[in-house]
Each structure stands twice: as structure tokens, then as C-alpha cells.
């Protein structure tokens, strides 16, 4: 009951703070492995989960007005990974992983991953990019 | 000005609710088709959603329709521990518990109260919005808004990201939202005005939607419009 009104009242209540500050900002990053403990001594090939594309044209934004899954998933994921870094819990890491490993292919050679998150902030006028978390290795077939 | 207010529709209360809930119907339709790529307990409940916007949309059963996605919108709370897609989904559940309170409350000046109650919230979220930006160096300097643009998680493709790279239009764009959001209350004061503020309001979400992907937002404050129009008729004029 308590949870349940802790969820509900900010939407009751709202404080529609929207951007008020611009923090750090957290990125997915996935790599595969061919082995459950292959990146133990090192992490190799770490590659933007859902990398935005370079260009979209006008027909793709308008569209998107209407069928926006994807993106909408990927702003979810997003949320996870901020609540992930302000308070670990087993929900947020549970749907990072099971959402990348639903969107892997599991007949590929490397049938594990680990996903990490790095929190990309402006220091001065320079961007920096830091590694604020790894996760536990995954079966791409069982997330 | 007499002539213009006099020249405009009246929205009854009853309009403005019906309204309302035919907006927020189809926002919900919207959204939940986007999870029925899903996983099957994720899906499962957004078919149900469906089922229940359906419902409200035939306008039968207004009061059980509400009430099934107040109690639908907390199991999907409790799923995503949290809303799945931040504002957009809080609105949408303040829309929906005002419209299920407009329907429940005991008498016509309760049902009043919590739709105004939601015109209230809609006037805040722009308000406040402002407030808490204006009240920031950061978006004062047009800082936030590069930021936005330079390293946040929202611009939907790359070269949305050089818009960082002009200083002049960031600052400009700053000030702009900015002085819109603060003076929005006072569009309450006339019809003109009000239906020119919503009318920038809606062109400002079209651009989040555009720019950061952020089309929810867009359809589900549409659906919030009617009930300011109604209060500022209750209320102003």
C-alpha cells in the first residue's frame, strides 16, 4: 500500500521540474563474449547500445509522432540506468539486461554479454566520459 | 473584446469531461500499441489497457472505464517500479484520476473541483517549468539547453547535436521557453490569449517530439486542453 501511494503521488502531486538541471548523463554500452568469464581481464569491445543514427528524415520524425516503440524503450532503459546509479536494484538491472538480450542474436558465436554504463558530463567546456558501472556476464539466451 | 468573448463556443463542463477522455483514450491507444512488441506480461497488460480505452472512447461506462485504468495505470506503476516514460505517463495519470473523480465525486461542484484541479496542474506544468529554468544560471547563459543538445540522452539523431554548436540559438531558444512557460498563467485572462498560448504550447511539445522523440508528451497533454478551456469559461470570463 505504501509503495503503491509512493508511486502514484508524484503523479498526483507532479513538480514538473522538467530540465531544471542538466546532469550527467548515462550511457549503455553492450559487449559479447564468447565465454561467460572472457571479460574478467579486460574489456574488449564495447559498443553503443542502440546507437542514435546520424540523419532522420522528415517522413521518419513525423512518423515517429504516431510509432516511437524503439525510442521510447531506449528513454525507459535510460531511466533504469539513472536509477541504477542513484540506487541499485536487481528491477533496473533485470530490464536493462533482459531488453538487450532480447534485441541480440542468440545463434551468434558469442552467445554472452556484459553491459556497462558511462556517465558522460561537461567538465569546463570538455566532455568526459566515465565507466560508473559493469554488469554481471548474461546469457544472450536467457537475459 | 466583449464581442470576441461573446462570439466564443461555451464548454460545458460535460463537454470539456467528454472531451477529455476521448483525448486521453486515444493517447493511451497510442502508447499502448507501442508495447505490444513486448514481452508476453508486458504486453498483457497494455492489451487490457486497450480493451479499456475502447471503452472509455464509446463514452458507456466513463466512471468504470476510469477507474479500470486508474487501477490498470498503478499495476503498470508497480511493473516498471516507477513511470515508463516519465512526465508523459505522470499526466496521463493525472488526467485519468481527475476524469475518474469527475465521474465519482458525490456532487457537480466536486466534479468541478477535480477538473479543475487538472486545469490547474496543466497551467502548473508550464509555470513551474519555467520557474525552476529561470531561477538556474545555466539556462539563464543558454549553458543547459547546449547541454541538452551536446551530451543528454534526447537528441534522436547526431546531427540534432550540432545545434550545441550555436550559441546564439541555444541562448535564443532558452529565453524563449523560458518567458513562455512564465507568462503561460496569464493567458487565463482571455480567450484570445489562452487559445494563442496553447496553440505555441502544442507547437513547443511538437518540437520536443521532433527533436528528442519525446511524442508521447505531445499526444497527452493535447488531451489536458480541454479542461483549462472550461475552467477559464468557470472561472475568468
Given at each position: 500500500m505504501l509503495k503503491s501511494l509512493a508511486l502514484i503521488a508524484p503523479a498526483l502531486i507532479p513538480s514538473w521540474r522538467f530540465f531544471d538541471r542538466i546532469t550527467a548523463s548515462p550511457r549503455i554500452e553492450v559487449a559479447?563474449?564468447?565465454?561467460?568469464?572472457?571479460?574478467?581481464?579486460?574489456a574488449t569491445g564495447w559498443r553503443e547500445f542502440r546507437p542514435r543514427p546520424q540523419s532522420l528524415s522528415l517522413t521518419a520524425l513525423l512518423r515517429r509522432l504516431f510509432w516511437n516503440p524503439v525510442w521510447n524503450e531506449t528513454l525507459f532503459l535510460t531511466s533504469c540506468a539513472e536509477r541504477l546509479l542513484e540506487k541499485p536494484t536487481a528491477h533496473s538491472i533485470?530490464?536493462?539486461?533482459?531488453?538487450?538480450?532480447?534485441?541480440?542474436?542468440?545463434?551468434?558465436?558469442?552467445?554472452?554479454?556484459?553491459f556497462r554504463l558511462v556517465l558522460i558530463s561537461r567538465e569546463g567546456d570538455a566532455l568526459q566520459k566515465e565507466v560508473v558501472y559493469v554488469s554481471s556476464p548474461y546469457s544472450v539466451t536467457k537475459g | 473584446m466583449a464581442d470576441v468573448i461573446a462570439s466564443l463556443p461555451v464548454l460545458s463542463f460535460d463537454t470539456a469531461q467528454r472531451v477529455t477522455?476521448?483525448?486521453?483514450?486515444?493517447?493511451?491507444?497510442?502508447?499502448?500499441?507501442?508495447?505490444?512488441?513486448?514481452?508476453?506480461?508486458e504486453r498483457n497488460l497494455f492489451v487490457f489497457r486497450i480493451a479499456l480505452c475502447i471503452l472509455l472512447l464509446t463514452g458507456m461506462a466513463s466512471l468504470w472505464a476510469t477507474a479500470g485504468l486508474a487501477l490498470l495505470g498503478l499495476l503498470i506503476l508497480h511493473r516498471f517500479q516507477g513511470p515508463y516514460n516519465?512526465?508523459?505517463?505522470?499526466?496521463?495519470?493525472?488526467?485519468?484520476?481527475?476524469?475518474?473523480?469527475?465521474?465519482a465525486a458525490p456532487s457537480q461542484i466536486?466534479?468541478?473541483?477535480?477538473?479543475?484541479?487538472?486545469?490547474?496542474?496543466?497551467?502548473?506544468?508550464?509555470?513551474?517549468?519555467?520557474w525552476v529554468k529561470i531561477v538556474n544560471p545555466d539556462w539563464r547563459s543558454g549553458r543547459a539547453l547546449r547541454d541538452v543538445f551536446e551530451f543528454s540522452a534526447y537528441p534522436v539523431c547526431e546531427n540534432f547535436r550540432s545545434i550545441a554548436t550555436h550559441p546564439r540559438i541555444v541562448f535564443a531558444g532558452s529565453w524563449a521557453v523560458m518567458l513562455f512557460e512564465?507568462?503561460?498563467?496569464?493567458?487565463?485572462?482571455?480567450?484570445?490569449?489562452?487559445i494563442a498560448g496553447l496553440s505555441i504550447a502544442?507547437?513547443?511539445?511538437?518540437?520536443?517530439?521532433?527533436?528528442?522523440?519525446?511524442?508521447?508528451?505531445?499526444?497527452?497533454?493535447?488531451?489536458a486542453y480541454p479542461s483549462i478551456f472550461w475552467f477559464q469559461q468557470r472561472v475568468f470570463l
Open positions: 559479447r563474449m564468447a565465454q561467460e568469464d572472457d571479460l574478467a581481464t579486460g533485470d530490464e536493462i539486461a533482459s531488453r538487450i538480450a532480447a534485441g541480440l542474436d542468440p545463434r551468434a558465436a558469442e552467445p554472452f554479454f556484459r | 477522455e476521448i483525448l486521453l483514450a486515444l493517447a493511451f491507444l497510442q502508447q499502448s500499441a507501442e508495447h505490444l512488441r513486448a514481452a508476453a506480461k516519465g512526465g508523459s505517463d505522470r499526466m496521463g495519470l493525472l488526467i485519468l484520476f481527475c476524469l475518474c473523480l469527475s465521474h466536486w466534479r468541478e473541483v477535480a477538473l479543475g484541479y487538472l486545469a490547474l496542474q496543466l497551467m502548473l506544468s508550464y509555470f513551474i517549468s519555467g512564465l507568462v503561460f498563467p496569464t493567458t487565463l485572462l482571455h480567450p484570445v490569449a489562452l502544442a507547437l513547443f511539445h511538437l518540437a520536443n517530439a521532433i527533436l528528442f522523440g519525446l511524442n508521447r508528451f505531445f499526444w497527452i497533454w493535447l488531451a
